[in-house]
């Protein structure tokens, strides 16, 4: 009888006719992940084998299956309401309609969803990938066509000065920690658009938080060249009290939050600040930059998935640039790069082209209008490419070919497509250039020297800034750390007052 009245509905009907197996949604409770489709029919020939063998005993098992099935669609029932409607529901309603065309659809949290009588799985890519928003080609000409914020000469001035400014800086630093001055730096050579054009889209009010090649944004906001030293260099004058790695820049007044080693942790946290900003009616937004390698890490996911469920003003930035450390995204993942990941979690998303300063300017700018004025997140994925070491710790010439490394320093580099869309325009000459390479080469050189020989912050800077009282243990180590100083002073660097 169960049978009987399954085979009685028109979908299942059509099923039979087709030839498909109507137990097939049978195998489901009794399946383990890692079985397949086919696996499903296999068990479908079992249970038809079987009846020949023992027609009774296998009655008996489907019956209690199709009434388990028949309880279990009951209590689906009772959340959703099935209704059926036309492929147009636009049609005027006495228009007569062929009774073939009327499909099945059910109202299920988050919208309509229709039924089909057909097994379409969900292709894993499709045969085109996203393109990439490009405004000027490798010779810094403005493709035929494009659309894109329109730039003044100040703007445009800024931005390249800045940008040559940061691969000044890099190159210093750099060479700093070679020469055994600082411990450790990272550098943002052949990222430099990102940074610059992504800055002077925003707002100053605008919530940063880095993931740790984006030293830039600080630089357009007025973070000095003597206060980038005086972080790397751990000195008494660096706002963090040599407290962080080098690099690991922060800045309350330029609403720059502190870069933290861990991978992707500021994604979640962006949602969160993001939600803040939307609950006291600010004008602003959070910006949460992250590599293809962090896109990885569970918290892309929760960061992503809060975002848009909470509706939080947050752009997400992600730096695509080919390799995470010494990983290429090719075993990073099998989808069309970062981008397509937005729409399942129904963020809107844009691919740009990385190292095209205008694209990124008018991307970002676009991109920022529409997460304050919907309060809605964005991802954005910018294509680029780490020209430079992942770090002062690695040697990417280990795992990538020096071709490849050579092609994207000079074909593909960013400062120069922008310097010669600049310079076409009149507002940049060689004389210029020459003059700002090396004033800005003057003006490192002299912060470094003043870093290197500044005192460090006292030591009791160890035991300040958490808690309100300094708790009683915490008092015995300050104590003891002071003791043991004394006993081994020769043992204890000399610019590191107690």
Known sequence: MAIY?????????????????PFENIHERFITPNH??????????????????????????????????????ARAGEQAEAVAYTDDDDDDENQEQDPHDVVQAIDF?????????????????????????????????????SRFEQVDKETAVKMYKSMVTLQIMDHIFYEAQRQGRI???????????????????????????PQYREPGILLWRG???????????????????????????????HNFVTVSSPIATQLPQAAGIAYSLKMDNKEACAVAFTGDGGTSEGDFHAGLNFAAVMEAPVLFICRNNGWAIS?????????????????AYGIRSVRIDGNDTLAVYSAIRAAREMVIRE??????????????????????????????????KTARNPLARFRKWVQRHGWWTDEEEAELRGSIRKQVMNAIQVADKTEKPSLKELFTDVYDRLPSNLQEQEKSLSETIKKHEQDFPADVPL
């Open 5 to 21: 009245r399954l085979a009685r509905s028109r979908t299942i009907t059509r099923f039979l006719k087709t030839k498909i197996c």
């Open 109 to 145: 949290p988050g919208g309509r969803v229709t039924f089909t009588p057909q097994i379409k799985f969900i292709s894993e890519s499709t045969d085109k990938r996203v393109p990439c928003y490009r405004v000027l080609d490798d010779d810094g000409y403005p493709i035929p066509g």
């Open 223 to 253: 973070f000095t060249i003597e206060e980038f030293a005086n972080q790397c260099f751990g000195t008494k004058n660096d706002s963090g009290k040599g407290r962080q790695m080098p690099v690991h820049y922060g800045s309350k007044k």
């Open 327 to 343: 990983t290429p995204i090719s075993d990073q993942f099998r989808s069309d790069g970062v981008v397509v990941k937005g729409q």
């Open 183 to 209: 411990s450790f730096y990272m550098t943002s050579m052949g990222e430099e658009a990102v940074n610059i054009a992504t800055a002077a889209a925003l707002s100053p009010d605008d919530i940063i938080l």
């Open 375 to 408: 309060q809605k997140p964005i991802l954005v994925e910018a294509l680029t490419y780490r020209v430079g070491h992942h770090s002062t710790s690695d040697d990417s010439t280990k795992y990538r070919p020096l071709d490849e490394i050579e092609h994207w």
């Open 36 to 73: 397949s489709l086919f696996d499903a029919y296999s068990s479908y020939k079992t249970l038809a084998a079987d009846f020949t063998r023992k027609p009774h005993e296998l009655w008996d098992k489907t019956a209690n299956i199709l009434a388990f099935r028949r309880f279990e669609s």
